[in-house]
């Protein structure tokens, strides 16, 4: 499957192969009812473990999706920007909120919590970092990033390292919504001059 639309295709013939199915053991007329619920209840099981399966892969293609729409966020934000000239020539213009995107990005790519090999230091260098880019910002956003950020360092002080997996997730989605901020913010600047 490679799209939600094949993911429905399976949830329905899943459904048919089921319907199927218990109208065969309905059907019998040469089993015991016990044997009958026996087999219902096979039937059951095979349609959980299938459910399974099949979610699983809606899963990897909501993930895939995901990361997907993130990249092009994060390609958009650091797309330069082109200016006409009087002569009609275009120059292409470097600013100093595209050079901050980059740092962001960056340090939003650090973030992400598939970096799983980095040490603790690795990790608590890393945090600093998005409290230092965000230490000049004060709206609830910047606040609750940074609250969850000494929540993880102090975990990672205590020695606790497991379990962090949903913190960090958090993290990671809350900055990434800074960042949508942060581009949006950039395109109304950009349309005013």
Known sequence: PKCKEDVRLLFSELNLWRKKKLDEIEQRRDITSETRIKMRSKVLSQEVILLRKINWINHRLTLTAKKKEVDELLCQMITPQYWKVSSGEEIEIQT???????????????????????????????????????????????????GLVDREKEFLRRGIRQSLSGLRARISHLFLHFLERNINALDINTKQN
Not at 105 to 133: A, H, P
Request: with cysteine.
């Open 96 to 146: 100093t909120e595209m050079d901050q995107s980059s740092e962001l990005i960056e340090i939003y790519q650090l973030l992400d919590e598939s970096n799983v090999d980095q040490t603790v230091s690795q990790r608590i260098r890393i945090l600093d970092q998005v409290k230092d880019k965000l230490r000049d910002r004060s709206c609830p956003l910047v606040k609750e990033i940074c």
